[in-house]
T-cell receptor, first 116, second 114 residues
Framework: EAQVTQNPRYLITVTGKKLTVTCSQN?????MSWYRQDPGLGLRQIYY???????DKGDVPEGYKVSRKEKRNFPLILESPSPNQTSLYFC???????????????FGQGTRLTVV | AQSVAQPEDQVNVAEGNPLTVKCTYS??????LFWYVQYPNRGLQFLLK??????LVKGSYGFEAEFNKSQTSFHLKKPSALVSDSALYFC????????????FGKGTTLSVSS
Protein backbone atom coordinates (compact mmCIF):
# COMPACT_ATOMS: atom_id res chain seq x y z
CA GLU A 1 0.00 0.00 0.00
CA ALA A 2 1.31 3.44 -1.00
CA GLN A 3 1.78 5.50 2.12
CA VAL A 4 3.64 8.16 4.03
CA THR A 5 4.38 7.15 7.59
CA GLN A 6 5.11 9.63 10.35
CA ASN A 7 6.19 8.83 13.87
CA PRO A 8 5.27 9.55 16.52
CA ARG A 9 1.61 10.54 16.12
CA TYR A 10 1.57 12.39 19.42
CA LEU A 11 4.45 13.87 21.38
CA ILE A 12 4.65 16.01 24.51
CA THR A 13 8.09 17.33 25.33
CA VAL A 14 9.79 20.03 27.36
CA THR A 15 11.44 23.18 26.14
CA GLY A 16 14.96 22.61 24.89
CA LYS A 17 14.90 18.83 24.62
CA LYS A 18 15.95 17.80 21.15
CA LEU A 19 13.50 15.68 19.22
CA THR A 20 13.11 14.07 15.81
CA VAL A 21 9.93 13.32 13.92
CA THR A 22 10.46 10.64 11.33
CA CYS A 23 8.86 10.48 7.90
CA SER A 24 9.14 7.63 5.45
CA GLN A 25 7.48 7.00 2.08
CA ASN A 26 7.35 3.81 0.04
CA UNK A 27 6.52 5.31 -3.37
CA UNK A 28 10.02 6.25 -4.55
CA UNK A 29 8.99 9.90 -4.65
CA UNK A 30 11.59 12.57 -5.33
CA UNK A 31 9.80 15.41 -3.56
CA MET A 32 9.20 15.45 0.19
CA SER A 33 8.11 18.26 2.42
CA TRP A 34 7.21 19.21 5.97
CA TYR A 35 4.31 21.47 6.88
CA ARG A 36 2.92 22.76 10.12
CA GLN A 37 -0.78 23.38 10.53
CA ASP A 38 -2.03 26.00 12.95
CA PRO A 39 -5.60 27.28 13.39
CA GLY A 40 -6.32 30.16 11.04
CA LEU A 41 -2.95 29.87 9.32
CA GLY A 42 -3.47 26.80 7.17
CA LEU A 43 -0.47 24.71 6.17
CA ARG A 44 2.82 26.51 6.18
CA GLN A 45 5.82 24.90 4.62
CA ILE A 46 8.86 24.36 6.83
CA TYR A 47 11.36 22.64 4.54
CA TYR A 48 11.18 20.70 1.33
CA UNK A 49 13.45 18.45 -0.67
CA UNK A 50 13.42 17.94 -4.41
CA UNK A 51 15.72 14.91 -4.20
CA UNK A 52 18.37 13.17 -2.12
CA UNK A 53 20.86 15.60 -0.57
CA UNK A 54 18.83 18.58 -1.82
CA UNK A 55 16.85 20.55 0.75
CA ASP A 56 15.43 24.06 0.75
CA LYS A 57 13.77 26.34 3.25
CA GLY A 58 10.06 26.90 3.09
CA ASP A 59 8.17 29.77 4.66
CA VAL A 60 8.83 28.99 8.33
CA PRO A 61 12.19 27.19 8.67
CA GLU A 62 13.44 28.85 11.87
CA GLY A 63 14.04 26.35 14.66
CA TYR A 64 13.91 23.30 12.40
CA LYS A 65 16.41 21.13 10.58
CA VAL A 66 15.97 18.39 8.01
CA SER A 67 18.13 15.92 6.15
CA ARG A 68 17.59 13.81 3.04
CA LYS A 69 20.24 11.11 3.02
CA GLU A 70 17.96 8.50 1.52
CA LYS A 71 15.12 8.92 -0.92
CA ARG A 72 12.51 7.37 1.33
CA ASN A 73 13.27 9.24 4.58
CA PHE A 74 12.95 12.90 5.49
CA PRO A 75 13.22 13.45 9.25
CA LEU A 76 12.32 16.74 10.91
CA ILE A 77 14.63 17.76 13.74
CA LEU A 78 13.91 20.28 16.46
CA GLU A 79 17.25 20.95 18.13
CA SER A 80 15.83 23.07 20.94
CA PRO A 81 12.04 23.06 20.86
CA SER A 82 10.11 26.02 22.18
CA PRO A 83 6.40 26.39 23.03
CA ASN A 84 5.74 28.32 19.79
CA GLN A 85 6.55 25.11 17.93
CA THR A 86 3.51 23.44 19.42
CA SER A 87 1.58 22.47 16.32
CA LEU A 88 0.29 19.72 14.06
CA TYR A 89 2.97 18.60 11.64
CA PHE A 90 2.50 16.86 8.30
CA CYS A 91 4.98 15.19 6.03
CA UNK A 92 4.15 14.89 2.34
CA UNK A 93 5.69 13.30 -0.72
CA UNK A 94 5.11 13.58 -4.45
CA UNK A 95 6.63 12.46 -7.69
CA UNK A 96 7.98 14.96 -10.19
CA UNK A 97 8.16 15.28 -13.93
CA UNK A 98 10.82 17.76 -14.99
CA UNK A 99 10.82 20.53 -12.45
CA UNK A 100 7.08 20.67 -11.91
CA UNK A 101 5.08 19.09 -9.13
CA UNK A 102 2.18 17.99 -11.29
CA UNK A 103 1.09 14.88 -9.43
CA UNK A 104 -0.86 14.51 -6.22
CA UNK A 105 0.97 14.75 -2.93
CA UNK A 106 0.52 12.01 -0.36
CA PHE A 107 0.33 13.06 3.26
CA GLY A 108 1.16 11.34 6.48
CA GLN A 109 -1.37 11.12 9.29
CA GLY A 110 0.22 13.98 11.19
CA THR A 111 2.20 14.45 14.37
CA ARG A 112 0.67 16.53 17.13
CA LEU A 113 3.53 18.10 19.06
CA THR A 114 3.15 19.91 22.36
CA VAL A 115 6.14 21.74 23.83
CA VAL A 116 5.73 22.76 27.47
CA ALA B 1 6.60 34.43 -4.81
CA GLN B 2 3.78 31.95 -5.03
CA SER B 3 0.68 32.49 -2.92
CA VAL B 4 -2.83 31.14 -2.57
CA ALA B 5 -5.83 32.96 -1.14
CA GLN B 6 -8.98 31.33 0.13
CA PRO B 7 -11.12 34.33 0.98
CA GLU B 8 -13.73 32.50 3.05
CA ASP B 9 -12.86 30.90 6.36
CA GLN B 10 -16.16 29.06 6.37
CA VAL B 11 -18.84 28.16 3.84
CA ASN B 12 -22.26 26.99 4.99
CA VAL B 13 -24.65 25.22 2.65
CA ALA B 14 -27.75 23.09 2.98
CA GLU B 15 -27.66 19.48 1.86
CA GLY B 16 -28.72 19.14 -1.77
CA ASN B 17 -27.72 22.70 -2.68
CA PRO B 18 -24.75 23.51 -4.88
CA LEU B 19 -21.54 24.55 -3.17
CA THR B 20 -18.58 26.69 -4.16
CA VAL B 21 -15.31 27.08 -2.29
CA LYS B 22 -13.21 29.92 -3.67
CA CYS B 23 -9.49 30.02 -4.43
CA THR B 24 -7.30 32.59 -6.14
CA TYR B 25 -3.60 32.26 -6.75
CA SER B 26 -0.48 34.19 -7.65
CA UNK B 27 2.44 32.46 -9.35
CA UNK B 28 5.07 33.20 -11.95
CA UNK B 29 4.60 31.07 -15.02
CA UNK B 30 2.02 28.36 -15.57
CA UNK B 31 0.21 27.23 -12.44
CA UNK B 32 -0.37 23.68 -11.33
CA LEU B 33 -3.46 23.84 -9.11
CA PHE B 34 -4.78 21.34 -6.60
CA TRP B 35 -7.59 20.84 -4.12
CA TYR B 36 -7.20 18.73 -1.00
CA VAL B 37 -9.67 17.81 1.73
CA GLN B 38 -8.96 17.15 5.40
CA TYR B 39 -11.34 15.28 7.64
CA PRO B 40 -10.98 15.57 11.44
CA ASN B 41 -7.86 13.90 12.82
CA ARG B 42 -6.73 12.87 9.36
CA GLY B 43 -4.08 13.87 6.87
CA LEU B 44 -4.92 15.65 3.63
CA GLN B 45 -6.46 13.75 0.75
CA PHE B 46 -6.17 14.70 -2.91
CA LEU B 47 -9.40 15.74 -4.66
CA LEU B 48 -8.42 17.04 -8.08
CA LYS B 49 -5.86 18.98 -10.06
CA UNK B 50 -5.45 21.26 -13.04
CA UNK B 51 -2.22 20.98 -15.01
CA UNK B 52 -3.19 21.85 -18.57
CA UNK B 53 -6.04 21.39 -21.03
CA UNK B 54 -9.73 21.64 -20.27
CA UNK B 55 -10.48 24.40 -17.77
CA LEU B 56 -13.10 22.29 -16.03
CA VAL B 57 -11.61 19.38 -14.14
CA LYS B 58 -13.48 16.62 -12.37
CA GLY B 59 -12.29 14.87 -9.27
CA SER B 60 -13.22 12.55 -6.46
CA TYR B 61 -16.61 12.42 -4.69
CA GLY B 62 -18.39 14.44 -7.40
CA PHE B 63 -16.28 17.56 -6.98
CA GLU B 64 -15.11 19.68 -9.89
CA ALA B 65 -13.14 22.87 -10.27
CA GLU B 66 -12.87 25.53 -12.93
CA PHE B 67 -9.58 27.13 -13.87
CA ASN B 68 -9.92 30.77 -14.90
CA LYS B 69 -6.63 32.20 -16.07
CA SER B 70 -7.79 35.80 -16.45
CA GLN B 71 -9.16 35.87 -12.92
CA THR B 72 -6.35 33.66 -11.54
CA SER B 73 -8.98 31.54 -9.84
CA PHE B 74 -9.60 27.86 -9.28
CA HIS B 75 -12.93 27.53 -7.47
CA LEU B 76 -14.10 24.16 -6.17
CA LYS B 77 -17.70 23.22 -6.91
CA LYS B 78 -20.21 20.47 -6.40
CA PRO B 79 -23.75 20.45 -7.82
CA SER B 80 -25.39 18.87 -4.78
CA ALA B 81 -23.77 18.96 -1.34
CA LEU B 82 -23.83 16.07 1.12
CA VAL B 83 -23.52 16.26 4.90
CA SER B 84 -20.49 13.99 4.55
CA ASP B 85 -18.76 16.71 2.48
CA SER B 86 -18.31 18.72 5.68
CA ALA B 87 -14.55 19.09 6.11
CA LEU B 88 -11.63 21.49 5.73
CA TYR B 89 -10.66 22.21 2.12
CA PHE B 90 -7.29 23.44 0.93
CA CYS B 91 -6.29 24.92 -2.40
CA UNK B 92 -2.62 24.57 -3.41
CA UNK B 93 -0.36 25.76 -6.22
CA UNK B 94 2.99 24.90 -7.69
CA UNK B 95 4.71 26.07 -10.86
CA UNK B 96 7.38 24.51 -13.07
CA UNK B 97 8.75 27.95 -13.87
CA UNK B 98 9.02 28.87 -10.21
CA UNK B 99 10.62 25.47 -9.68
CA UNK B 100 9.88 25.46 -6.01
CA UNK B 101 7.38 23.91 -3.77
CA UNK B 102 3.72 23.20 -3.21
CA UNK B 103 2.08 26.15 -1.44
CA PHE B 104 -1.25 25.91 0.36
CA GLY B 105 -3.97 28.38 1.18
CA LYS B 106 -5.27 28.83 4.72
CA GLY B 107 -8.17 26.48 4.20
CA THR B 108 -11.95 26.82 4.11
CA THR B 109 -14.23 24.93 6.45
CA LEU B 110 -17.26 23.59 4.61
CA SER B 111 -20.30 22.89 6.74
CA VAL B 112 -23.24 21.11 5.13
CA SER B 113 -26.43 21.05 7.15
CA SER B 114 -29.18 18.47 6.82
Amino acid sequence: EAQVTQNPRYLITVTGKKLTVTCSQNMNHEYMSWYRQDPGLGLRQIYYSMNVEVTDKGDVPEGYKVSRKEKRNFPLILESPSPNQTSLYFCASSSRTGVGLDTEAFFGQGTRLTVV
Amino acid sequence: AQSVAQPEDQVNVAEGNPLTVKCTYSVSGNPYLFWYVQYPNRGLQFLLKYITGDNLVKGSYGFEAEFNKSQTSFHLKKPSALVSDSALYFCAVSSPQAGTALIFGKGTTLSVSS
